[in-house]
């Protein structure tokens, strides 16, 4: 299929949308960087933490210098650049709401993340798409240049006094629970996270990892030690291929792949990554005859099912019989206009029942992407 459309921001080809799926992947990485995960908290604490003046970066001489002057009790710079991410954060809701409407979020930070976060099918296809996910790319990267984080929170396992998450730094021989009450201690974490690997290994070879953390189970894939440059070389020229979309990071891999890949040689291990990697393929042209059957219906007489619909149908169908069905994400979402069936008439020809709540997904999609394009018309 010939795409005619290129991303504003790295000039991609792309089906539609004026940004690609890669970029708007990066910005909506950075917004989940925003609100806490598990025990783990988001940079706006950070950032709290930072303007307090409780956290410390560089080395820093012993004592205070010399002169008059008393210091600030706050950061300014990191105060100023919080007062910036909300600001933005804030305006960019608006702007959704005021086209496509919808409820708006809490006066925070994370709230309206999050909130943000789940309007990426809109950002991607909105007429300012390459603008808002500039904007919030850039001021994430300036809230992390303010926080300067110093050192990375590993999972240590779990609490062996209440039994919650434990995080520490990577490569202490401890950690502690953070819980409001608990003194629980894990004592050489990395131990029992080698351990843990260890199981993961053994029970789930499909699990997505990431380089670093298959670099932290080689030990046990294959016995081979292998670091995580080594691994995305294994990528590189084609033992194994990433799980996640074409510049989003980091990139994840199959631990089962990888176990593969290092126990055969090289073109082995290429042949057998082709092989696999052929589903993929056929997913992607299933993907392009979605669209192939939107244009389709657009030049249908009167809207009518035509020998053209007909047509793309079987390819559709034969393909779906092989791997399966898409979801309803990976279609054109002008598919699901009111009034439309194609999705569900072609699958239940073949005896695939689409989830109504699918469906509805799909409809809500479209009716907001149609307001779009109606207002910036």
């Not at 990066?26 to 956290?55: C, E, P, Y």
């Not at 929170?153 to 919650?164: N, S």
């Not at 059957?293 to 034969?318: F, K, L």
């Not at 994400?329 to 073949?350: N, Q």
Request: hydrophobic share 35%.
């Amino acid at each position: 299929m010939t795409y005619h459309l290129t991303c504003r921001l790295c000039s991609a080809e792309m089906d539609s949308g004026v940004v690609c799926s890669p970029c708007v992947g990066g910005m909506m990485a950075d917004l989940r960087a925003l609100w806490a995960t598990g025990d783990v908290h988001g940079l706006d604490v950070d950032l709290d933490i930072a303007i307090a003046k409780q956290s410390r970066f560089g080395g820093g001489g012993g004592g205070r210098g010399g002169g008059d002057e008393i210091p600030m009790l706050i950061n300014e710079a990191a105060s100023d650049t919080r007062r910036y991410l909300h600001s933005m954060l804030s305006t960019w809701c608006r702007v959704v709401i005021d086209q496509c409407g919808g409820t708006p979020p809490a006066d925070t930070i994370p709230a309206m993340a999050q909130w943000l976060h789940g309007q990426g099918v809109i950002i991607r296809s909105a007429e300012w798409g390459d603008e808002c996910v500039t904007q919030i790319r850039y001021v994430v990267r300036e809230v992390r240049r303010c926080v300067d984080r110093p050192a990375e929170r590993v999972y240590a396992g779990e609490c062996p006094t209440c039994t919650g998450k434990v995080y520490g730094i990577a490569g202490a021989d401890r950690a502690w629970c953070r819980t409001e009450g608990c003194d629980g201690e894990i004592e050489d974490p990395e131990a029992r996270r080698d351990e843990a690997v260890k199981r993961a290994v053994a029970a789930a070879p499909d699990r997505e990892v990431t380089a670093k953390e298959a670099s932290l189970a080689s030990r046990f894939l294959g016995g081979k030690l292998v670091t995580d440059r080594t691994i995305r070389k294994m990528a590189a020229d084609g033992r194994i291929t990433a799980t996640t979309e074409e510049g989003v990071s980091p990139a994840k891999y199959k631990l089962g792949h990888i176990m593969t890949a290092l126990n055969l040689p090289r073109k082995e291990a290429i042949r057998v990554n082709r092989e696999r990697t052929l589903e993929e393929v056929l997913k992607s042209e299933l993907m392009s005859l979605w669209y192939d059957m939107e244009e389709a219906r657009r030049v249908a007489r009167n809207g009518c099912w035509s020998m053209g619909c007909e047509n793309v149908a079987g390819r559709i169908q034969a393909i779906t019989n092989a791997i399966g069905p898409v979801s309803w994400e990976e279609v054109p979402i002008t598919i699901f206009r009111e009034g439309e069936d194609a999705f569900e008439r072609v699958h239940a020809e073949i005896g695939i029942e689409v989830d109504p709540e699918d469906i509805g997904k799909g409809r809500e999609a479209c009716a907001r992407y149609l307001a779009t394009q109606r207002l910036t018309a």
